[in-house]
């Protein structure tokens, strides 16, 4: 595993849950998934936290929010 995980990799991990998720919920999935000190990067920025990244995102426009939680769309994962 890199180093860095992309915020593409995480958009992915949500898309596979198939449901919205809190954010609280989300850093959770991404410790056990990328690990508790995982560092994260996007096409922009880097060495974010998992805080971090969500925020980011977020503030990118990449989440959808609702009563439930957060969920992302496979459109929203840009491809270059």
Do not use: P, W
Not at 22 to 35: D, P, V
């Amino acid at each position: 595993m890199s180093d860095s995980i992309h915020g593409h990799q995480v958009m992915e991990l949500m898309l596979s849950l198939g449901r919205a998720v809190t954010k609280q919920e989300l850093e959770k999935i991404m410790a056990q998934r990328f690990g508790e000190q995982a560092k994260y990067h996007t096409c922009s920025a880097s060495e974010m936290d998992a805080q971090a990244l969500i925020q980011f995102l977020e503030a990118k426009g990449k989440f959808t929010a609702s009563e439930e939680g957060i969920e992302t769309a496979a459109e929203r994962i840009c491809n270059h």
